[in-house]
């Protein structure tokens, strides 16, 4: 126990070269060392856009620096990347430098980090208000509770609260029997797939004002599309900050003035940056829900003309 902590003490004291915030994950991984061939079981403690660390079941086997590739599973969705093991505790603890990773997973790993991000703020509330709410107990109730517990530890009984005896229900009328040739005539019912974003994108082009919150400071852009969780901007010059900055995006579509509180979510390029809303208030979010059904009405009219024109196109070359 000594050990793990003082390997623990060990990894928070190297170097922070990473800009990228990291997120703290606990999910089985396997860490694969390309020159060797063989596959080290481990756990993934650590990630972020840039690495990740990792903490092997068994001292790790290989000196450092070494190409390796990094396979985990986090909140149902795969990765898998290369990287370079860049330091180790000489235990069990391992850092790793993700590389030449492709934009569209990048993007998908920032999508699932934003999520870890907001279960940990919510996990770390919850435990705030739980310390709060223990703090401001009587201290009559509190010692009662400590004896109680101490009994429980000593006797090994747990103590079992009554629970009110429900009333009984009416059975619910029997259903029809399903005879087994109905049953295989059936089709099997598919799973549904993990819909990732389950806002639909819809293609704009505004102009918009990003400001900084932090360097108080602002860019100039267009946005290109638009969906109810946020937008992706164009800047006209070169994005400085980098993922998890807060930001507010400014910008007027329909004749209607918006300007919305956000994160930056990817960096697709120097100048392309993905934004995730958040904090919206209700009436800002009834006014964005209206506009995204203008868009839609008009994507559909126009998808209509166009159909339309076509038809007609084919009823003139007919008739020749």
């Not at 061939?37 to 990792?54: A, H, M, N, T, W």
């Not at 505790?89 to 790793?96: A, Q």
């Not at 310390?131 to 530890?153: G, H, I, M, S």
């Not at 946020?230 to 010059?237: F, L, S």
Request: net charge positive; charged share 30%; hydrophobic share 40%.
């Amino acid at each position: 126990m000594e050990t793990q902590e003082k390997a623990e003490e060990l990894a928070i004291q190297q170097p922070e070269r990473r800009a990228q915030l990291r997120q703290a994950v606990d999910e089985n991984a396997t860490l694969l060392l390309v020159s060797q061939g063989s596959r080290v079981p481990c756990r993934i403690i650590e990630l972020s856009l840039e690495g990740c660390r990792l903490r092997t079941r068994e001292r790790f086997p290989a000196s450092i620096p070494i190409r390796v590739e990094v396979t985990f599973t986090i909140n149902g969705i795969a990765f898998r990347f290369s990287g370079v093991a860049e330091w180790t505790d000489g235990l069990n603890l391992v850092g790793v430098q993700l590389v030449d990773m492709p934009f569209r997973r990048r993007d998908e790993l920032a999508e699932v980090l934003c999520e870890v991000e907001a279960e940990n703020a919510a996990r770390a509330e919850k435990k705030a208000a739980e310390k709060l709410a223990a703090e401001a107990q009587p201290p009559e109730k509190a010692a009662q509770e400590q004896v109680q517990r101490r009994a429980v530890r000593q006797t090994g009984i747990h103590a079992v609260v009554a629970q009110p005896v429900p009333s009984p229900q009416p059975k619910p009328a029997s259903q029809p029997a399903t005879s087994p040739q109905q049953a295989a005539s059936q089709p099997p019912v598919k799973p549904a797939k993990r819909e990732r974003r389950t806002q639909s994108r819809h293609e704009v082009d505004t102009s918009a004002v990003i400001f900084l919150i932090n360097v108080a400071s602002a860019l100039h852009g267009r946005i290109l599309d638009l969906s109810l969780g946020g937008c992706r901007i164009r800047a006209d010059e070169r994005f400085p900050v980098g993922i998890y900055t807060r930001v507010e995006t400014e910008f007027r579509l329909e004749g209607l003035p918006f300007r919305l509180g956000g994160v930056i979510q990817a960096i697709h390029d120097r100048r392309l940056v993905g934004i995730r809303f958040l904090d919206m208030s209700g009436r800002k979010r009834a006014q964005l829900e209206q506009l995204i059904q203008e868009i839609e009405e008009m994507e559909a009219n126009r998808k209509a003309a166009r159909t339309g024109g076509s038809e007609e196109e084919t009823g003139k070359v007919s008739a020749r």
